[in-house]
């Protein structure tokens, strides 16, 4: 009950044009905040279970809530967004974009591969786990400065069989956020 979806605030402008008659330009400034994000949690107060079906006993487990986070769990971005196309030919052209992410901060991921909704340790037994070691804020794993995409693209007349578009693409990307961690033993 009270449970509702993470809360994005998002504000975005553009600005483009044409280039003469062959190309465009366009630059994307993207600034969003999500919060009211959707965790576990797990406490002391919250009890226990003990799991009995068809007479086995599967042992005691901690009762999990589902709550929705208030400010203090947040993911925030800003990028510079700038694309463009050129055509050398009615059948040749050049495009591009180039990603500038200028911040993508938080203290939760709430995602990872194959596993969206993926919950943290935030409100998880808050006597053994601290905000400054287990849930910091910081850069967000998929945090990446330049991300930058360029390709061309020929079309390939085929007379009655149609046509054929014919492309390349070269991919240039900075290195990605990492974190460094030690297990305790």
């Not at 009211?36 to 068809?54: E, F, S």
């Not at 085929?158 to 070269?170: E, I, Q, V």
């Amino acid at each position: 009950d009270g449970l509702s979806s993470a809360l994005n605030r998002e504000f975005t402008a553009s600005f483009g044009g044409e280039i003469g008659r062959k190309g465009y330009a366009k630059a994307t400034y993207v600034r969003r905040r999500t919060s009211n994000l959707i965790d576990d949690v797990i406490t002391r107060d919250l009890g226990t279970t003990t799991v009995i079906k068809d007479g086995v006993d599967f042992g005691t487990y901690d009762n999990i809530e589902y709550r929705n986070a208030d400010d203090s769990l947040f993911r925030e971005y800003q990028a510079l967004v700038l694309q463009g196309r050129y055509r050398v030919t009615d059948t040749w052209s050049f495009s591009g974009h180039w990603t500038l992410q200028m911040k993508n901060d938080g203290n939760f991921e709430g995602e990872a591969a194959n596993q969206p909704g993926a919950p943290s340790l935030f409100g998880d037994y808050p006597e053994a786990f601290s905000a400054d070691r287990h849930f910091p804020i910081g850069r967000l794993d998929d945090f990446q400065r330049h991300k930058v995409r360029l390709w061309t693209t020929y079309l390939l007349d085929m007379g009655r069989f149609g046509a054929l578009d014919l492309s390349g693409m070269l991919r240039l990307n900075s290195g990605l956020s990492y974190s460094l961690r030690a297990n305790g033993e």
